[in-house]
C-alpha cells in the first residue's frame, strides 16, 4: 500500500502534528493487524465501522477504519521527518506481511530516536 495524497495538515493545541493521508487501497484486518509487528495495535470494538489505533509512545498515532481509504497520522514534532519516512516502509511493507530489512531498520532508528538509546 502507498500514500496516494496528504490532504489535511493539522497543528494541534497539545503541539502534534495530525496528517490525513489518502491510500492507495482501503484499510483491511490484516494491514491493521501487520502493524502490530511494530507497536501497540488495538480495535475499538462497539462501532458501526471496526476501528483501529497504532500507537508508538511519544512519537505517533495511526488511526484508521477498516474498509476506508484513510488514516490519520498523529506526530510529536520531533518525529515528523523519521515518522514519514517509517509510515512509507510500514504501508509498502503490509502488502507482502512480511516485514523486510529496510522496515525493520527504519523501526530500529525511530526507536533509538525517541528513546535516545542506540541499539
Same mark, same amino acid.
Given at each position: 500500500?502507498?500514500?496516494?495524497?496528504?490532504?489535511?495538515?493539522?497543528?494541534?493545541?497539545?503541539?502534534?502534528?495530525?496528517?490525513?493521508?489518502?491510500?492507495?487501497?482501503?484499510?483491511?484486518?490484516?494491514?491493521?493487524?501487520?502493524?502490530?509487528?511494530?507497536? *501497540?495495535?488495538?480495535?475499538? $470494538?462497539?462501532?458501526?465501522?471496526?476501528?483501529?489505533?497504532? =500507537?508508538?509512545? %511519544?512519537?505517533?498515532? @495511526?488511526?484508521?477504519?477498516?474498509?476506508?481509504?484513510?488514516?490519520?497520522?498523529?506526530?510529536?514534532?520531533?518525529?515528523?521527518?523519521?515518522?514519514?519516512?517509517?509510515?512509507?516502509?510500514?504501508?509498502?511493507?503490509? *502488502?507482502?506481511?512480511?516485514? $523486510?530489512?529496510?522496515?525493520?531498520?527504519?523501526?530500529?532508528? =525511530?526507536?533509538? %530516536?525517541?528513546?535516545? @538509546?542506540?541499539?
Amino acid at each position: 500500500m502507498k500514500i496516494a495524497k496528504e490532504f489535511r495538515l493539522v497543528h494541534c493545541s497539545d503541539n502534534r502534528i495530525k496528517k490525513e493521508f489518502l491510500l492507495s487501497g482501503p484499510v483491511t484486518r490484516e494491514f491493521a493487524a501487520f502493524f502490530g509487528n511494530f507497536g *501497540e495495535t488495538r480495535g475499538v $470494538d462497539g462501532l458501526k465501522k471496526l476501528y483501529f489505533t497504532f =500507537l508508538i509512545p %511519544q512519537c505517533l498515532n @495511526i488511526k484508521g477504519i477498516i474498509g476506508e481509504s484513510s488514516i490519520e497520522v498523529w506526530f510529536f514534532p520531533e518525529f515528523v521527518s523519521t515518522g514519514e519516512r517509517f509510515l512509507t516502509l510500514l504501508l509498502a511493507g503490509s *502488502e507482502s506481511g512480511r516485514p $523486510d530489512t529496510d522496515l525493520r531498520e527504519g523501526h530500529r532508528k =525511530l526507536l533509538e %530516536q525517541v528513546t535516545g @538509546i542506540r541499539k
